[in-house]
């Protein structure tokens, strides 16, 4: 990862900010694979994750294409290590920016950024680097959020959006962008991708259960913007009220959205 992202800012340490990554991906993954297949992904294909992190994604791939390969790209020495260990010769760690990866033009069959985009300054930079390593007719999926649309709570906490909007000034200050769902397309198009879709996925906790939820939706993870000034002690504490009066409501329940935006590399 580069960026807006900071692993180490967890308040609750490393291990936490991994433990909240693997948590993200079971909450979405059997959705994203879903569309990944219906996409073509077969299991010889030649893949690329952009921002791969500390691999969990990458053991799902694995899964997906035992007979093709799967090149992580990872900027973060930490993460890099990570997922070496973690991933042994089953997958190749290029320690490289996703938007210079060093890796050779029109190499791979399909290129997935998951959670990526949002923390790049420049995520078109990142396309276009997605664009000329994929072979012609290889596809590009980028996986994201949109902070806007993110989903449904019941019962709502109408009274804490304006202290979410705050916080997200944060990752704006650092170049990134949590509202990016809803630029992907027109980011595709200018990339130079054709064919370019949007999917819009969802994940409820009636089928997962809240506790699948709660690393994603902690109020903790609001700190760093209470240390950068961005919210007062008393706005975080209204948040974790808030949130505490949710999950003891029995009939609470979320429904969270992913956007999916994918293209194809021309065929010259």
Not at 29 to 49: A, D, F, H, Q
Not at 226 to 251: C, H, K, M, N, W
Request: aromatic letters at 6%; one cysteine or more.
């Amino acid at each position: 990862m580069s960026g807006s992202y900071r692993p180490e800012e967890n308040p609750g340490g490393l291990d936490e900010e991994l433990a909240r990554l693997q948590s993200q991906v079971e909450l979405s993954w059997p959705e994203e694979k879903r569309l990944l297949l219906s996409l073509g992904l077969t299991e010889r294909m030649t893949v690329v994750e952009l921002g791969g992190g500390p691999g969990f994604v990458t053991d799902k791939l694995l899964e997906l294409v035992p007979s093709g390969a799967v090149h992580v790209v990872e900027r973060d020495p930490g993460m890099c290590l990570l997922a070496e260990s973690r991933l042994g010769a089953r997958a190749r760690v290029h320690r490289s920016s996703v938007l210079d990866t060093g890796l050779p033009d029109a190499r791979f069959d399909l290129a997935l950024a998951r959670f990526v985009f949002q923390h790049l300054e420049e995520p078109l930079l990142a396309a276009r680097e997605a664009l000329r390593v994929l072979r012609p007719g290889g596809r590009l999926v980028v996986s994201e959020l949109d902070a806007g649309l993110w989903g449904v709570a019941e019962p709502s906490l109408p009274e804490l959006e304006p202290i979410h909007r705050k916080a997200e000034r944060l990752q704006l200050q650092r170049g990134g962008n949590r509202f990016i769902g809803r630029h992907l397309v027109r980011l595709l198009h200018s990339a130079g991708f054709t064919g370019v879709r949007l999917d819009v996925i969802a994940y409820h906790s009636d089928a997962l259960g809240l506790e699948a939820f709660r690393r994603q939706l902690d109020p903790e993870r609001l700190r760093p913007a209470l240390e950068a000034g961005l919210i007062s002690p008393a706005e975080l504490e209204q948040v974790r009220a808030g949130y505490r009066r949710f999950y003891d409501t029995p009939s609470a329940s979320i429904l969270m959205l992913g956007f999916v935006a994918h293209g194809l590399r021309p065929i010259d």
